[in-house]
C-alpha cells in the first residue's frame, strides 16, 4: 500500500514537472522589444520573413486598385506622392502598425491580456486573452479594431476584427469591413519573432492572403516617444505632398 | 548605388520620400539657424552663403528622432551658429528644401539619416 502511494507521488511530482515543461515551452515569452527583420546581405535566411502570397482581388476590385497604383506611380515620378494618411500624422492602424520602416514595438504580457505598443505614433492595441470573439457586426469599425487571443502550443494565435474600410491594410489594398486578420506569433529561434499574418475579407479578396513580420528582439531599448506636434508635409487638393520650406 | 539609397530611405521613412529627387545629390556648406528633434521628421534649417555673397536659406528634412538615435544621433548635437556641410537630394519642385543624405558635423563626425545596414 506504502509503496503504491510511493509510485503515485513520483508519478504526480513526474506529471507536475512535465506540465510545467510543457507550459515553459507551450507559452514563449515575447515580452520585450522587437525591431523589424528584414534579413538582406549574411542574414540567415531561416530568420527572415517568408515571400507573401499574392493579393487577389474580386475582378470588381481588382482594376480600380491597379490604376490607383499606376497613379500612385506617376505622382511619385511628378514628385507629388499621393499622400497616406501617415503625412498627415494619421494612425496606421492594424494591421500596418505591426511594421512601420525601421520602428521597435514592444509587447507587454498581463495576466488576461497582451498589449502592443509601437514606437511610430505610439499606438497601442489591446489582445484579450482567451476570451470568445465578438460577431463581425457586434464590433465598431475602428483603427485597431478587437483583438483576442489563446496559445496554440509555442504559437500565439491572435484573430482581430472590426477595421473600417479606410485604414490602409497590406500594399494598401481595398478591404471591406468584414476583413478578419489572423495573426501567428511564434518564436523562431532565440530573440527573433515570426508574426505570419492571414488577411480574409470575402467580400473583396479572392482568396485569402498571407504575409510574414520578421523581428529581433531589441534586449535594453527605452521605447522613445512619437507625438507629431511638428508635421511640415502638407497635402494639396489633389492630394499630393509637399514640404513646407522655409524661407529664413 | 541610387537603388540601393532609394531601397534604404523606404525602410527609414514612414511615408514616399518622392518629393525628393535622390538621382541628384548636393553639398550644402553653411550655419545652422535651427535644429529642431520633432516629430514625426528632425530639421536642419540652414543658411548657405552663395558665390555671389547672397545667402540662401535651405529646409533639410531628416528622418525621426527614433531612426536618428539609431543612427548615432543626439538631440543636441547641432545648435545655432554650427557649421557643417551637409549632401542631400533637393526637392523636385525646385523649392530649397531637401532630403537629408549625409552630414559633417562640427566635430568632424559624418552622419547619415538612419542606420545604414541595419539587419
Known amino acids: ?248 | 548605388m541610387i537603388a540601393l539609397c532609394s531601397m534604404l530611405l523606404a525602410g527609414l521613412l514612414h511615408h514616399s520620400f518622392a518629393m525628393f529627387d535622390t538621382t541628384k545629390q548636393v553639398t550644402l556648406a553653411g550655419t545652422v539657424t535651427a535644429f529642431e528633434w520633432t516629430n514625426p521628421h528632425a530639421y536642419i534649417e540652414l543658411d548657405v552663403p552663395g558665390e555671389s555673397g547672397a545667402t540662401k536659406h535651405w529646409t533639410i528634412e531628416l528622418g525621426s528622432p527614433s531612426i536618428l538615435q539609431q543612427a548615432g544621433w543626439k538631440f543636441k548635437d547641432l545648435k545655432f551658429g554650427d557649421k557643417v556641410t551637409a549632401i542631400v537630394n533637393p526637392l523636385k519642385s525646385g523649392q530649397s528644401g531637401a532630403l537629408l543624405s549625409r552630414i559633417t558635423m562640427p566635430d568632424g563626425r559624418v552622419l547619415t539619416n538612419g542606420p545604414a545596414g541595419r539587419q
Not at chain 1, 57 to 74: G, S, T
Not at chain 1, 81 to 99: D, F, T
Request: aromatic share 8%.
Open chain 1, 1 to 248: 500500500m506504502r509503496r503504491a502511494e510511493g509510485l503515485g507521488l513520483r508519478a504526480a511530482v513526474v506529471l507536475a514537472i512535465g506540465l510545467i515543461a510543457t507550459n515553459a515551452f507551450a507559452q514563449a515569452d515575447l515580452t520585450g522589444v522587437w525591431a523589424p527583420y528584414r534579413g538582406g546581405r549574411g542574414a540567415d535566411p531561416a530568420l527572415a520573413p517568408p515571400p507573401a502570397t499574392p493579393i487577389v482581388l474580386k475582378p470588381q476590385y481588382a482594376a480600380p486598385f491597379e490604376a490607383k497604383r499606376k497613379a500612385e506611380a506617376d505622382a511619385a515620378a511628378k514628385g507629388e506622392p499621393i499622400a497616406s494618411g501617415a503625412v498627415a500624422c494619421v494612425p496606421y492602424g492594424m494591421p500596418r502598425m505591426m511594421s512601420v520602416a525601421l520602428y521597435p514595438i514592444e509587447i507587454l504580457p498581463t495576466p488576461g491580456q497582451i498589449t502592443i505598443v509601437t514606437e511610430a505614433f505610439s499606438e497601442v492595441r489591446r489582445v484579450f486573452m482567451n476570451v470568445p470573439q465578438l460577431p463581425m457586426g457586434d464590433v465598431p469599425p475602428g483603427y485597431y479594431g478587437r483583438s483576442v487571443g489563446k496559445w496554440e502550443g509555442d504559437t500565439l494565435v491572435v484573430d482581430t476584427i472590426g477595421i473600417k474600410p479606410s485604414v490602409p491594410a497590406y500594399q494598401n489594398m481595398p478591404h471591406s469591413d468584414q476583413l478578419r486578420i489572423t495573426e501567428r506569433l511564434r518564436l523562431v529561434a532565440k530573440d527573433y519573432l515570426h508574426d505570419t499574418i492571414t488577411l480574409d475579407d470575402p467580400g473583396v479578396l479572392e482568396k485569402p492572403l498571407t504575409y510574414t513580420l520578421a523581428y529581433r528582439r531589441l534586449p535594453g531599448y527605452e521605447m522613445v516617444e512619437f507625438v507629431c506636434d511638428n508635421n511640415r508635409e502638407f497635402i494639396d487638393d489633389k492630394g499630393g505632398t509637399h514640404l513646407k520650406v522655409r524661407e529664413r
